[in-house]
């Protein structure tokens, strides 16, 4: 999929288009602040330069006309640099709708919680959104202060403790678009990242569907997996929506077979990952706060039968 560069020079929303324009015009109209005084200075250095035997040039020591000059000059630009921020404020950033958002985000040390009691559904750390329709946040945290950020699609905006907060989000063309956590909030803070998956109508429908789904009633060693689930206390922290769904100190379980990655960003979602995650957390992502369990090779191979169900 295209657009996913993960700049901000490359924007993919009218909001990001705000912020871009905002900055290059400011760069160039320093540029030409910098062009005017570098040109000056340059002309004095050489049209002035000590020549034995030559007068004194004119002194303007006091001149109130210069005075004038060079105090409203840069007022104007000033002002005109203030009226292009406002009015860039005003396109990144408008209005939050009136009544439910369209999806909530809520942050955790160190990954997203992605909710829409709207919709019906519970994700983490990957947000599907329809091409061209722009989709209000409203965003919280369970604990400190994060900030959420997807460089090419939204602003920034912090995630305050007792506040909610609001973002809008929109992506105009289809494409994966990293998100990330862009203000410290702990040791894995670097990896508090998320994707931004952008799609058709249907396919934001199917995905909305598809978590939407509880999950199915394992079987086998499956089923035993389940069982360690409960028994090693898995689910104080995991909801898996169909057998609990009120836990969230860790991440929605549910459909975690089917997320790219694991750990908010820090490794593909394949088997070994799988494997190494659920063998020692903290070899994965030191400090994450999931602990080890020291399972022995038969709880873990159950609990991964387990978990490779959740799709
Ligand atoms: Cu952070």
Same mark, same amino acid.
């Given at each position: 999929?295209?657009?996913?560069?993960?700049?901000?020079?490359?924007?993919?929303?009218?909001?990001?288009?705000?912020? /871009?324009?905002?900055?290059?015009?400011?760069?160039?109209?320093?540029?030409?602040?910098?062009?005017?005084?570098?040109?000056?200075?340059?002309? /004095?250095?050489?049209?002035?330069?000590?020549?034995?035997?030559?007068?004194?040039?004119?002194?303007?020591?006091? /001149?109130?006309?210069?005075?004038?000059? =060079?105090?409203?000059?840069?007022?104007?630009?000033?002002?005109?640099?203030?009226?292009?921020?406002?009015?860039?404020?005003?396109? /990144?950033?408008?209005?939050?709708?009136?009544?439910?958002?369209?999806?909530?985000?809520?942050?955790?040390?160190?990954? =997203?919680?992605?909710?829409?009691?709207?919709?019906?559904?519970?994700?983490?750390?990957?947000?599907?959104?329809?091409?061209?329709?722009?989709?209000?946040?409203?965003?919280?945290?369970?604990?400190?202060?994060?900030?959420?950020?997807?460089?090419?699609?939204?602003?920034?905006?912090?995630?305050?403790?007792?506040? !909610?907060?609001?973002?809008?989000?929109?992506?105009?063309?289809?494409?994966?678009?990293?998100?990330?956590?862009?203000?410290?909030?702990?040791?894995?803070?670097?990896?508090?990242?998320?994707?931004?998956?952008?799609?058709?109508?249907?396919?934001?429908?199917?995905?909305?569907?598809?978590?939407?789904?509880?999950?199915?009633?394992?079987?086998?060693?499956?089923?035993?997996?389940?069982?360690?689930?409960?028994? %090693?206390?898995?689910?104080?922290?995991?909801?898996?929506?169909?057998?609990?769904?009120?836990?969230?100190?860790?991440?929605? %379980?549910?459909?975690?077979?089917?997320?790219?990655?694991? !750990?908010?960003?820090?490794?593909?979602?394949?088997?070994?990952?799988?494997?190494?995650?659920?063998?020692?957390?903290?070899?994965?992502?030191?400090?994450? %706060?999931?602990?080890?369990?020291?399972?022995?090779?038969?709880?873990?191979?159950?609990?991964?039968?387990?978990?490779?169900? %959740?799709?």
């Amino acid at each position: 999929m295209n657009g996913s560069s993960g700049s901000i020079f490359d924007p993919v929303s009218p909001h990001t288009q705000a912020i /871009s324009d905002l900055f290059v015009i400011t760069l160039w109209i320093c540029a030409a602040i910098f062009a005017v005084v570098a040109g000056i200075v340059g002309y /004095s250095l050489v049209h002035y330069r000590w020549n034995e035997g030559a007068a004194d040039p004119v002194q303007i020591a006091g /001149s109130k006309r210069l005075e004038i000059i =060079w105090t409203a000059i840069p007022c104007v630009i000033v002002l005109v640099l203030f009226g292009l921020t406002v009015h860039a404020m005003e396109q /990144s950033d408008p209005e939050p709708p009136v009544g439910e958002p369209d999806l909530e985000v809520i942050g955790h040390q160190w990954w =997203w919680e992605v909710r829409s009691p709207k919709l019906g559904f519970v994700a983490a750390n990957e947000i599907y959104i329809p091409v061209g329709r722009p989709m209000s946040i409203r965003l919280d945290t369970a604990d400190v202060l994060h900030e959420f950020w997807v460089p090419q699609l939204t602003r920034k905006m912090t995630t305050v403790p007792g506040r !909610g907060n609001h973002v809008w989000m929109q992506a105009d063309q289809p494409g994966i678009y990293q998100g990330v956590c862009s203000e410290f909030c702990g040791t894995q803070h670097a990896w508090m990242r998320f994707e931004v998956i952008a799609v058709s109508e249907e396919e934001f429908d199917a995905w909305v569907e598809q978590q939407r789904q509880t999950a199915a009633v394992p079987t086998g060693d499956a089923a035993r997996g389940a069982q360690l689930f409960r028994d %090693l206390t898995c689910i104080n922290c995991h909801a898996i929506q169909g057998v609990a769904s009120h836990p969230t100190a860790g991440p929605d %379980l549910t459909h975690v077979a089917s997320r790219r990655f694991l !750990g908010s960003g820090i490794v593909p979602n394949t088997p070994e990952n799988l494997r190494r995650w659920m063998t020692d957390p903290q070899e994965v992502k030191p400090g994450a %706060l999931m602990p080890n369990f020291k399972l022995n090779d038969e709880q873990l191979a159950h609990l991964l039968a387990y978990l490779a169900t %959740l799709r």
